[in-house]
């Protein structure tokens, strides 16, 4: 086994029976030399387009309108002349208009509530749900889960790919799943206890919310079975990571995924912690500048476009996930050779102009994970006073002369002056699922 990765998850003891673990899901794809791996996306992506421009009127015309057609694409670079595809396209197209395949051939539908007007909708293939799970399975695997584990999924299941997506990955890998969704806190703290669960899969703020649970009902986590927490489907800080490894005894591990590309695991992180490994034999990922549309240098940061190279129902060409990340190529410390996409801590969406400064919620939950006396449980309630902008940080603390403190820290390290309102402790909402940080009482349109 490999001796690094016994290291990391040294902390408690291991099931001998477990021994000997594998570490690769699938060596052979995820130490791919780079020269093979671009070969293989040369050669899916010409596929891809190729099924897009046949099946999905808006590709085939924003190609025509290009002057582009699929046999045009010779080189990975070429890439660049071809069109995004946006959020706002799946809804214009809803509820199948962009699929590539027949709704009959479909073997399951997925839908995100927006948060104005229609929801977005993917749909898979038998095929798609099958890459999926060996995807998913992957990307645990990548994280330290190992077949035979026990994988208490608190991730929602139903319409939000969240649950299904880790379910199914978990099944693939060979482990025991609970299927537990979000909600019904207590009973999830007492079956992580009674069933021995070495894995957590959840958002980060309903672990979080688990955590306090559990430390009210005097159920020490910390000294059980749990090891490994998979955390995504919101942005969350490095702040946040070192109260849940404290409060649950684990190590925390990044997942990033969304449903128009295929839900979780379309990157994870390795033990060795440093980005997560997206995975480029099933995707293509670009860093452009969002103003200009133009990809920014080799290492520079700017929006993630994701390509897909292996969906049937719905094939994404360049899709703008609004998220910014930078890309680091070349060999990590875990033999991997996949590019590592650095932690998305926010999605150019959740950003907040307040006066002039741009504010993300993640860099407030920094602030406040590391104060004394402050519970890591926030809301930020924006309003419009007069033609300004009002921050208020709804925060805990049994002490009422916090506020002074946590307005301070903020106005230090963000550059922001906010409102502080001190709510007893219980009394900031908490999470079932994915979490709500932002009350924008702004008018809309304005
Ligand atoms: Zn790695």
Redesign the pocket.
Known sequence: MNAMLQSRFATKVHHPARAPRRFFFDREAETMPRAALEKLQLRRLRATLKEAYEKVPLHRRRMQEAGLEPRDLRSLEDLQKLHFTLKSDLRDHYPFGLFARPRTSLARLHASSGTTGKPTVVGYTRQDIATWASLMARSLACAGVRAGDVVHNAYGYGLFTGGLGAHYGAERLGATVVPMSGGATERQVLLIRDFAARVLCATPSYALNIAELAEREGVDLRAGSLEIGIFGAEPWSEAMRRELEARLGIKAIDIYGLSEIMGPGVAVE?E?Q?GL?GWEDHFLFEIIDPDTGRAVPEGKSGELVITTLTKQALPMIRYRTRDITRLARGR???G?THA?LQRITGRNDDMLIIRGVNVYPSQIEAVLVGLPGIAPHYQLVVERRGSLDELTIEVESSDPGAAQHVRHHVKSMIGVTAAIKVMKPGEVPRSQGKAVRVRDLRPKGV
């Open positions: 390795c060795a440093d490994h990590c410390a875990c991997r590592r």
